[in-house]
């Protein structure tokens, strides 16, 4: 028999749960957003005429491409996740897919250190590994939440997840601009390394690697590594299909479960691309002017300071959004932030220069800390009682990775068919008034429908 799960609420097995946040996170800010979007855009990039090699090359711009890239990623994703989490539930083993998981991660991070022009689809393969390897373990962690915490803890341990992953990621981007600033124009970078063919860009990679799968281990050595199996069975592939269809009736068979699954899977179409392609529509879209007075495209300097201020008000946010939700509910807590949501993108629109930039960074910051870490606390107290928790948050996470895909699509395809990145701000615009609209729709208390036993 496995070994039983530690008594809900212990502090030292949820503080070990959030530094998988603090280990993983890194991959969202540095790979996803900061360094490895402007690394791609100089590979993809004719030095003399600012041309787009990989048009020229293959008729599809680059950064459509790289888009679609990371929407494969999260299409494997969410073809395999229900069946692995139906066999962890069935087996016990949630931590096992969790470390796998995020060993691939974390050595495709480190392999993109060998990204270049030459090796176009091999690199895009790990762009698109690493997105498996961050995706597919969200599945795993995300269930550990019922399983160490009570249902009163789950707003308060999630945005604390969060803001781990904030603060985590933010010490790592600080080390790596050290590794990647030059503003001299020197020959190397601020700590003294040769700024020759990208190399200390390249570092930042592998260093995005070890951080993710090294701190990994706090988390590793707390959470158990064997949890009740849900129906004791362990004929891995038929029990998995099994506990996947009986979640799968559960789960239709509520209504604000149901619900709320739907709003999210809008709404969140529209905050993942926010923030997998937002450095994308800043570099092509936001100008700034330069020490001449001339009127310039935005320094990556530029880049990298909205970037952080994201991730620094996304800690306020999330914390805030606790607060909000403990006095209004949940629901009229993410209804404020979506529509919040609906004012940024009418702002993106009109923005034109750096310092508006700066303003709408810490906008979107503050939303998408607090909308994500309540989506998931949300999810989490509308469960029913169950085992069932990998297979359950499995559907969470599909939701998450199918609308992070179909947003992803989107942006490419507006951007692939009018050349002009303002009107995927006016898509995304769209997509998030659908999920308000969609979360209005989630009633106050879970209503069974009658056809449910």
């Known amino acids: 028999m496995p070994a039983p799960l530690p008594m809900k609420g212990d502090p030292k097995v949820i503080r070990a749960w959030t530094f998988y946040d603090w280990a993983n996170s890194v991959y969202s800010l540095t790979i996803t ?7 791609y855009a100089a590979i993809t990039k004719d030095r003399e005429t600012g041309a787009d090699l990989v048009a020229q090359a293959h008729g599809v711009p680059s950064q459509s491409l790289y888009s679609y890239a990371l929407s494969a990623g999260f299409l494997v994703v969410a073809f395999i996740a229900p069946m692995l989490s139906g066999i962890a539930d069935s087996r016990g083993n949630k931590l096992a897919y969790l470390k796998a998981f995020c060993y691939l991660g974390a050595a495709a991070c480190a392999g993109l250190a060998f990204f270049s022009f030459e090796g176009l689809w091999w690199g895009l393969g790990l762009v698109a590994l690493a997105c498996v390897g961050f995706s597919g373990s969200l ?9 160490i915490t009570e ?3 789950h707003d308060r341990v999630s ?5 781990m992953g904030y603060m985590g990621s933010v010490i790592l981007l600080v080390i790596n601009l050290l590794m990647v600033m030059n503003p001299d124009d020197r020959p190397t ?11 200390p860009a390249r570092l930042t990679f592998l260093t995005v690697g070890i951080w993710w799968a090294g701190f990994a281990q706090i988390a590793f050595r707390r959470l158990p ?4 199996p849900a129906n004791g069975s362990h004929a891995a592939l038929w029990s998995g299909y099994r506990e996947l269809r009986k979640v799968w009736a559960q789960l239709r068979a509520t209504v604000r479960l149901k619900r709320f699954l739907l709003a999210f899977f809008v709404y969140n179409m529209g905050i993942q691309t926010v923030m997998y392609l937002a450095v994308t529509f800043a570099e092509h879209e936001i100008k700034q002017v330069d020490a001449s007075g001339a009127i310039v495209p935005i320094a990556s300097e530029s880049l990298i300071i909205s970037i952080l201020l994201i991730q620094l008000v996304a800690a306020v946010g999330a914390s805030m959004f606790v607060r909000l939700s403990a006095r209004f509910g949940n629901v009229k807590a993410l209804l404020l932030g979506i529509l919040t949501w609906v004012a940024l993108c009418v702002g993106a629109y009109f923005t034109r220069w750096t ?12 939303v998408m800390g607090g909308c994500q870490a309540l989506s998931r606390s949300t999810y989490a107290k509308f469960l029913p009682p169950t085992r069932d928790t990998a297979s359950f948050f499995s559907f969470y996470d599909v939701s998450y990775y199918l609308g992070t895909v179909l947003g992803t699509v989107i942006y490419g395809l507006v951007f692939q068919l009018t050349g002009d990145l303002r009107y995927t701000v006016v898509a995304l615009g769209s997509i998030f008034i659908a999920g308000m609209l969609l979360l209005l729709r989630v009633p106050k208390q879970e209503v069974p429908l009658p056809s449910a036993a």
């Not at 957003?33 to 690394?39: G, L, R």
């Not at 945005?159 to 803001?163: C, D, F, L, T």
């Not at 970078?189 to 190399?199: E, F, K, R, S």
């Open 189 to 199: 970078t601020l700590i003294g390394l040769p700024d020759h063919d990208g190399l």
């Open 159 to 163: 945005a604390r997840g969060y803001v």
């Open 355 to 366: 310092s508006e930039f700066y303003v709408l960074a810490c906008g979107v910051g503050l």
């Open 139 to 147: 599945v795993f962690y995300d269930a550990f939440l019922v399983d």
């Open 151 to 153: 249902k009163e803890q």
């Open 225 to 228: 590594e064997r949890t009740p």
């Open 33 to 39: 957003s900061a360094v490895f979007p402007i690394f």
